[in-house]
């Protein structure tokens, strides 16, 4: 049983969330600025989370940086960050309770293994196997069907297995694909109610082969935990929203309000990476910009 937060005398709680796996740059900026900004017009509060849980990528190093670029930019956090990777504990819980409830499984095919089964099946069919909405074909492993003894076995024996989201079963616990309210846009403007597509992601990974926790797992658990009720973030989460607010559901979770923003995209039009040093925030402040600057650059008023 996962213990929400409380938002404090019904205040609106907002949080930034980056992953400190290399320099950040003007999209993240846009989107702390953001948060803050839409915070304190409400009178809300502010909360930083790390979403440090891949230990391998995001390094004490990194996460230095990011805090540093954090401050001159003016981004400022009301409490002390959350740095999920001190909360792997919270994150097994929540997998164990499903595993109870038979809605997860141990998969145990490598990505070779998955690949090639996908390739036969199309060879076979003539018919592009299933893509997620990140472009990723949908898991083809059948161990979902393996009786909860035969799980077990699985799971005892110490062989690699990612655990992953048995989603038919989910939805049928559900009885109906929950809703949320989207107050900025989804890839193709939508807005308002939006209807939860869970089904275009199948089996998701909620427990990694190599870490007990997955983005979407630790993210729908420290949302609740730390009372957030506006997550505000970029537009290419808006179709993972399907998937948490699925998590939530199975978990009695309160909703939050959803706000996808924008994307900062380059002068090709593409999204920004961490491995592209020009819209690093460090090396435009190395190169003489100024907090005021980075904010004429994204768009947002310097008054
Ligand atoms: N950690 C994610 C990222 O850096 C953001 C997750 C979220 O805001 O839900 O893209």
Redesign the pocket.
């Known amino acids: 049983m996962i213990e929400a937060g409380r938002p404090e005398n019904g205040k609106p709680v907002f ?5 400190p796996n290399g320099l950040l740059h003007l999209g ?1 900026a846009f ?1 702390a600025l953001l948060n803050l900004a839409l915070a304190r017009a409400a009178g809300g509060r502010m909360l930083l989370r790390i ?1 440090d849980i891949d230990t391998q990528r995001c390094t004490p190093a990194h996460e230095k940086r990011m805090l540093e670029d954090l401050e001159w930019i003016g981004f400022e956090w009301d409490a002390p960050p959350r740095r999920q990777s001190e909360h792997f504990d919270d994150y097994r819980a929540a997998l164990d309770d499903l595993l109870a409830e038979g809605l997860v499984y141990p998969a145990t095919l490598s990505r070779g293994e998955a690949r090639r089964r996908i390739a036969r099946a199309e060879a076979e069919t003539g018919a592009d196997w299933p893509r997620d909405p990140d472009g990723a074909p949908l898991y083809p492993g059948e161990e979902r069907l393996l009786s909860s003894d035969e799980r077990d076995a699985i799971l005892s024996s110490g062989c690699d297995h990612a655990l992953r989201l048995d989603m038919s079963a989910a939805r049928a616990s559900l009885g109906s694909d929950p809703h949320w309210r989207e107050e900025g846009a989804g890839p193709d403007g939508q807005a308002g109610d939006i209807a939860a597509r869970p089904v275009d992601w199948g089996d998701v990974v909620l427990g990694r082969k190599d870490i007990p926790a997955s ?1 979407h797992l630790a ?1 729908v658990i420290d949302d609740a935990l730390q009372g957030v009720t506006h ?1 505000v ?2 537009r ?2 808006f179709h ?1 929203t399907s998937v948490h607010r699925v998590l939530q559901e199975l978990f009695s979770l309160a909703e939050p309000v959803y706000f996808h923003h924008d994307l900062i995209v380059d002068e090709y039009g593409a999204k920004l990476s961490k491995s592209r040093g020009d819209t690093a925030l460090r090396e435009l402040r190395a190169a003489g910009a100024r907090p005021d600057d980075i904010r004429r650059m994204i768009g947002l008023s310097t008054d």
């Open positions: 949080r930034f969330a980056p992953s993240h989107s979403e983005y993210c997550v973030r970029g290419d989460l993972a």
